[in-house]
């Protein structure tokens, strides 16, 4: 018999909600995502959008329902352009022919210039991904969801492998488009950096429910201590 690496997890984002969903290594958040992005299917449960089943949907359809992802691994074309990123991004919502579609490109061409500015990408915009760092492939990642106004963002350990300047880039991005209604779900082991976007945490471990609410309550409770932080008065954060 397998492990389940998901049991009983059920949890409700609200629009214009930031949630956090955090846990130890091996907790299953990950796999949460990839549950409801369509990348792995569940034996059992339910998966809902607005009251409606995406559950075992492909994940390109799921996207086009509104619910658009980076990994924890960022997933580029070193070939394209960072224009063509956003480009790619866009194309991949609309089914071929799209009546109105378009209408938009001028709103979203402005729309993926903003993004490109403020991430300090836009003097790039030119250059294929493959010459950027790591960090700025992370930001293109995020650019290129943001560019979407998707109706939840969710991003899978945004901060990984990124220098506290390109933190607060992250961070000023997730809080000036929530301020503007997008919704998001965030994996992330920054504590600090939860607590500060976070309106919301659910905490897994060991493929289960452990808590769920705000920050500043979740952090006091003695079971997400042991489980994600260290035992209380351990002098850590884990």
Request: charged content about 20%.
């Amino acid at each position: 018999m397998g492990v389940a690496a998901l049991s009983d997890v059920e949890f409700t984002l609200s629009t214009g909600t930031v949630l956090g969903l955090i846990g130890p290594n091996g907790s299953g958040k990950s796999t949460a995502l990839d549950c409801v992005t369509g990348f792995v299917r569940p034996d059992s449960g339910q998966i809902l959008l607005d009251g409606e089943s995406i559950f075992g949907k492909a994940p390109h359809l799921i996207a086009r329902a509104g619910l658009v992802r980076t990994f924890q691994t960022v997933k580029l074309y070193d070939q394209l352009t960072l224009d063509e990123h956003m480009s790619l991004s866009l194309r991949g919502l609309y089914k071929a022919g799209r009546s109105g579609a378009s209408r938009r490109r001028s709103a979203e061409r402005k729309r993926a210039t903003s993004w490109l500015v403020e991430f300090g990408l836009e003097q790039l915009r030119s250059a294929p991904a493959g010459i950027l760092s790591y960090g700025q492939k992370k930001l293109l990642a995020l650019a290129a969801v943001l560019v979407t106004q998707p109706r939840i963002a969710l991003l899978d350990e945004p901060l990984a492998g990124v220098n506290p300047r390109i933190i607060d880039l992250i961070r000023d991005a997730i809080l000036q488009a929530n301020t503007e209604g997008q919704t998001f779900l965030i994996i992330e082991h920054n504590v600090e950096f939860i607590t500060s976007c976070c309106s919301e945490v659910v905490v897994l471990d060991a493929g289960k429910k452990l808590a769920a609410g705000p920050p500043s309550v979740i952090w006091d409770d003695p079971a997400v201590y042991e489980a994600f932080l260290g035992r209380k008065g351990d002098g850590h954060a884990g």
